[in-house]
């Protein structure tokens, strides 16, 4: 296959014209499916076949196949496992691939060269041709960051684990917390910061949370749901006062059969031990009571988006189990931007279905009640940006629309809308100080909004990936997501306070903060 040159177009996979000069590198070396694997995955023959050749792993031919699975690969003891390039070496300078002739390993020089080969046939999307419609080049200082935090090999689960990196995201966090969120007139951002935010794995699975703490705030205010965790840790620490000893044996045992994990999530059915029983009456009429009864039976929550949002909003909803037609897709105008008059509308009429059945309608259909409205800041094609203003009070005016308590007219529902603004692709501008700039892009008005995420690996160069998503409430993502496994999270440990995998739906995390720490640091 010819060297394509990569003019107008090497990140989207349309062949360019070739270049002669020898000067000019290649975007990649472009091959199809069929003739990468034949050029890369090949297998080779057991006798004089060159294994730095091929990144098949299965890599002898399969005329041999039947032999190597009956010949027993010898035991390897501790110290080869933990040490395979000694294993290497050894095997080297001995001269033999094994005591039973077949291969376990290769030198470590033609590892090298099998690296190689995935980076000559890989797409170079540090090149100044290269136009993906997503992500560019890669910035230099977050790549060396990141190599620092790969060579720690940690997560970020606990303060105990990493605490460097634990501290590192709390403070990128709460930067970020000032810079969008700050009030206005707090020009300086002297004002802390009380939300809480997180580095998510990507900017979908950000969209997924931001649903996910929607829907728990508007179950708990409604009754239909608890701050278990939350009550529980509470539970926990009062009991600690009573009688620390007892607790202790029976929650963070020291000696005798290990925890098991499957063992972490309280169950209705055992209670922590208790010096009386007014006590334990007293910690379980903490929590919210759930409400059965015919006239306030659930719902069925109901989100908006506009026909240009991300699509991860679609597998989101599906997730969380909401029905098909309960994702309400609002038009755009032509440029893009959402149409916030039929999203009023489209409110209006949820509001008119609900008065219907409170008024005893059999004809009414099923009682929907919106709970999430999210707004895209830079939409993937069209690179369109919502008016977050104007979007944030369609849903104030709804929410004021039930009275004082905000309940009126649903049928006893408390009215609250959660808006999440995806800028996954555009929100990075929030770092520019060019007026024409936050205006174009609303920058100013996200602070209205409950939840913001972007991704600093589109337009800040960061490595792929790092996705940063902030809340506006305090301990929503906790209360949304804790479980309180107690083989992790141990309140007695020193610095549990601080510590973030209870915050995540995911338990190891990376150390995604460092990359956006280090831009910020080195650049300003």
């Not at 080779?44 to 041999?64: I, K, W």
């Not at 390039?85 to 039973?100: I, Q, T, V, Y």
């Not at 390993?105 to 995935?118: N, R, T, Y």
């Not at 720690?152 to 303060?159: C, E, I, K, L, P």
Request: hydrophobic share 30%; glycine share 8%.
């Amino acid at each position: 296959a010819a060297r394509k040159r990569g003019r107008g177009g090497g990140g989207n996979g349309r062949e360019s014209t070739t270049s002669s000069s020898p000067s000019s590198s290649a975007v990649v070396e472009y091959l199809s499916p069929e003739k990468m694997t034949e050029l890369l995955f090949s297998k080779v023959h057991r006798d004089g076949g060159d294994v730095s050749r091929t990144l098949c792993l299965d890599e002898y031919c399969n005329g041999e196949e039947e032999a190597r699975r009956e010949v027993s690969s010898p035991k390897s003891s501790a110290t080869d496992v933990a040490n395979p390039l000694s294993r290497s070496k050894a095997r080297n300078e001995s001269g033999s691939d094994g005591e039973d002739g077949s291969h376990h390993s290769i030198a470590p020089a033609d590892f090298v060269k099998l690296l190689s080969l995935i980076q000559k046939y890989s797409v170079d999307t540090s090149h100044p041709y290269f136009f993906n419609q997503l992500f560019g080049s890669l910035d230099p200082i977050a790549l060396a960051a990141e190599i620092v935090a790969l060579s720690v090999n940690t997560s970020v689960y606990t303060y105990e684990t990493a605490p460097v990196f634990t501290l590192l995201e709390r403070e990128v966090m709460g930067q970020i917390g000032k810079l969008v969120f700050r009030d206005e007139g707090d020009d300086d951002g002297e004002k802390e910061f009380e939300g809480e935010g997180l580095m998510i794995p990507g900017g979908s699975l950000a969209n997924l949370t931001a649903m996910h703490a929607a829907r728990h705030r508007w179950k708990v205010m409604n009754g239909y749901t608890s701050n278990q965790q939350t009550e529980s840790n509470e539970s926990r620490r009062l009991m600690l006062e009573d009688d620390e000893t007892e607790l202790q044996q029976h929650y963070w045992p020291e000696d005798g059969e290990e925890e098991k994990k499957l063992e972490d999530v309280p169950s209705h059915d055992a209670s922590p031990p208790f010096r009386d029983n007014e006590r334990r009456i007293a910690a379980s009429q903490q929590r919210s009571v759930t409400v059965y009864d015919d006239d306030r039976s659930t719902p069925d929550l109901v989100a908006f988006v506009s026909s240009e949002a991300h699509y991860s909003f679609s597998k989101s909803a599906r997730v969380l189990g909401l029905r098909e037609d309960d994702l309400i897709v609002v038009s755009t105008h032509p440029d893009g931007r959402m149409d916030v008059a039929e999203l009023a509308k489209r409110m209006e009429e949820l509001e008119s279905d609900l008065r219907q059945i409170r008024s005893g309608d059999a004809t009414a259909r099923r009682r929907r009640v919106p709970f999430f409205v999210a707004c895209t800041a830079g939409s993937t094609v069209r690179g369109s940006f919502d008016d977050v203003a104007k979007i944030v009070k369609v849903c104030r005016d709804y929410e004021s629309r039930g009275g004082t308590n905000h309940a009126s007219s649903d049928g006893g529902y408390e009215r609250s809308i959660w808006v999440h603004v995806d800028g996954a692709w555009g929100g990075s501008a929030i770092f520019s100080s060019r007026p024409s700039i936050r205006r174009v892009t609303h920058s100013d008005d996200i602070r209205l909004a409950d939840s913001f995420t972007f991704n600093p690996h589109k337009m800040l160069g960061a490595p792929q990936q790092t996705t940063a998503f902030i809340v506006r409430h305090r301990r929503a993502l906790r209360d949304a997501n804790a479980a309180g496994a107690k083989y992790l999270f141990d309140p007695r440990k020193n610095g549990a306070e601080y510590d973030l995998g209870d915050l995540s739906y995911t338990c190891g995390r990376r150390t995604d903060a460092v990359k956006l720490w280090a831009l910020w640091k080195y650049y300003g």
